[in-house]
């Protein structure tokens, strides 16, 4: 069983800069595909923001933050991080960490979740 917990959220202006910060403990940390989701106000299923391989070989990007949000690891303190940069109203919503096998896109493919964190840009 794989815990994770978010930090980092807060309240940015438009065109700020946020690092989100997600520890993992309770399972082989490296044996999991990282990936970071956030659900918007008034959005029922959650949105693929970017995803990273067991040991950061390979990284995956929703098409609306490529160029602006990088998601990058830890292995040896079992932590996952997403630096977001130029953010926008659009991008206000919980962001949440999860863990999977291997690379998915889709809520429901991940096993293991965080309990999110609150990502506020005002406009």
């Known amino acids: 069983q794989v815990q994770l917990v978010e930090s980092g959220g807060g309240l940015v202006q438009a065109g700020g800069s946020l690092r989100l910060s997600c520890a993992a403990s309770?399972?082989?940390?490296?044996?999991?595909?990282m990936g970071w989701l956030r659900q918007a106000p008034g959005k029922e299923e959650r949105e693929f923001v970017a995803?990273?391989?067991?040991?950061?070989?390979?990284?995956h990007y929703a098409d609306s933050v490529k160029g602006r949000f990088t998601i990058s690891r830890d292995n040896a303190v079992n932590t996952v991080f997403l630096q977001m940069n130029n953010l926008n109203f659009e991008d206000t919503a919980v962001y949440y960490c999860?863990?999977?096998?291997?690379?998915?896109?889709?809520?429901?493919?991940?096993?293991?979740w965080g309990q999110g964190t609150q990502v506020t840009v005002s406009s």
């Open positions: 999860a863990a999977s096998r291997g690379v998915r896109t889709t809520q429901k493919e991940y096993d293991y």
């Open positions: 309770g399972g082989t940390f490296s044996s999991y595909v």
């Open positions: 995803a990273i391989t067991w040991y950061g070989g390979s990284t």
